[in-house]
């Protein structure tokens, strides 16, 4: 079990490396859950499973907008208390934080329930996409406890300056989980059997991190340590500051996906796999750039607990080149083999129900994605750190602008291009979206590095 890191002294850049690479690596293996679904759906079940498993994949996106909210809720006010060395503070901090989110998370685990099938209309899916769509999600519904706990433990274990733990856990039970969900798919238990596989994969993940963090906390000591509370109301509000933007932003996100989602839909199969195909592949990266986002949230909190703000603009930039080296062979790789990434999910076996028109039509929708997208992923990488800054030092109103801001443009453009070139001018919303947000969450950034030392 690796040790707590204090990330107030050192080079920035050797600390964040360290830091975020690991960071960087979990969000690609978390990724792997649903990524693995979606090879083995396209390939060994067919285009028509990786449909279904789109559809609720776009839905699934909403919870983990909670459950990502919270990690992020937790990581910054321990890693505040962790960089004060405050110590009993910061383990009152890890019970408020873990009992309010499980909270949250048996409000949506009912909702999840009960409001399935009519979250899969809204999404225009296709009739004979329905029945397995809706269990798929039902059944990731029911692992959304361990989804939850995962998130609070990673977020506990960045607050600690700990990437390396979680990193180690996630990278097994998602290898686990692609090689279940083979198992699951050449035993014919088709869609809902992929779904189980996750789920056990999930519950096994969520477990041990919860226990390791539990061990972790507990070893923290400090000379005179005061009483330690089950649960704060002070800390709680703190938690909800932070919690509450960052689930709405993730909401906001995954809200204007499941908009957008709908009007691919309306163009069907083809488009749905294609889109369903891609999208998988955005968001390894987007995902991962997220992570680094995070350790530069948890580099600041840290900071900041430790009256040295003066580091974080150099932790900032610091991020930036991480984040920049990591997207120079990312984008070649998605750009240059962008026929052979979207095969891993799309099943080209010519039969009569998939003529091969069909499934030209489908890397067509797939590639056009990419080649719009991916160039622009500097932007993103950009903002996402960017936005770090802001929710480490709790600047949350004016992340929650930048982000909604970006929600609208994005969302709005996708209804114009669509009515003036169809599916494939869609995805210039994205771009677009992503560049104004950027230039606002750094003006903001900026603004008040200038003004305050980025502390007030």
């Not at 296709?126 to 999600?137: P, V």
């Amino acid at each position: 079990m690796a040790k707590p890191k204090d990330l107030t002294v050192g080079n920035p850049t050797k600390l964040l490396i360290s830091f975020c690479i690991p960071l960087f690596l979990s969000a690609f293996f978390q990724q792997l859950y649903s990524i693995g679904d979606s090879i083995i759906a396209g390939s060994m079940i067919g285009n028509d499973a990786l449909s279904e498993i789109s559809n609720s994949y776009e839905v699934t996106l909403v919870f983990i907008a909670f459950a990502f909210g919270c990690n992020i809720g937790a990581s910054v006010i321990v890693a505040g208390f962790y960089g004060a060395k405050n110590y009993s503070k910061l383990k009152t901090a890890v019970f408020t934080s873990t009992i309010t989110s499980l909270i949250m998370c048996f409000i949506l685990l009912i909702l999840g329930i009960t409001l399935s099938t009519p979250l899969l209309r809204l999404l225009n899916t296709k009739e004979e996409l329905l029945n397995n769509s809706r269990d798929y999600l039902l059944i990731y519904c029911y692992s959304l406890p361990f989804v939850f706990l995962y998130n609070i433990s990673t977020g506990i274990f960045s607050a600690l300056g700990d990437s390396n733990t979680p990193f180690i856990f996630l990278a097994i039970s998602s290898v686990a989980n692609v090689l279940v969900d083979a198992w699951f798919a050449a035993a014919g238990f088709g869609v809902v059997g992929l779904a189980w596989a996750t789920f056990i994969c999930q519950a096994v993940a969520g477990t041990l991190a919860t226990i390791v963090v539990l061990r972790k906390i507990t070893s923290l000591k400090e000379e005179n340590e005061n009483k330690i509370k089950i649960f704060d109301i002070e800390i709680l509000k703190s938690f909800l500051l932070v919690a509450i933007p960052s689930i709405l932003q993730q909401s906001f996100i995954s809200i204007g996906n499941l908009i957008i989602q709908s009007e691919i839909n309306s163009y069907g199969g083809p488009a749905m796999a294609g889109y369903g195909a891609s999208v998988k592949l955005n968001n390894i990266v987007i995902t991962s750039l997220t992570a680094v986002g995070n350790g530069i949230s948890n580099y600041t909190a840290q900071n900041l607990g430790a009256n040295k703000p003066e580091r974080v603009k150099k932790g900032f930039v610091s991020s930036l080149l991480i984040s920049y080296s990591l997207l120079i062979p990312i984008t070649l790789i998605y750009l240059l083999l962008a026929t052979p990434l979207l095969s891993f999910f799309i099943d080209d076996t010519v039969t009569i129900d998939n003529p091969q028109e069909k499934i030209d039509m489908v890397y067509q929708i797939g590639k056009s994605f990419l080649y719009i997208v991916v160039p622009f992923y500097i932007v993103i990488a950009t903002k996402l750190a960017s936005d770090g800054v802001l929710r480490g030092t709790r600047l949350m109103k004016q992340f929650m602008i930048a982000t909604l801001l970006d929600l609208v443009i994005r969302v709005g453009l996708s209804f114009v291009f669509n009515n003036i070139g169809g599916v494939e001018a869609i995805w210039w919303s994205w771009p677009i979206g992503w560049a104004v947000s950027l230039i606002l969450s750094l003006f903001f950034f900026l603004y008040n590095y200038k003004k305050n030392g980025i502390n007030k």
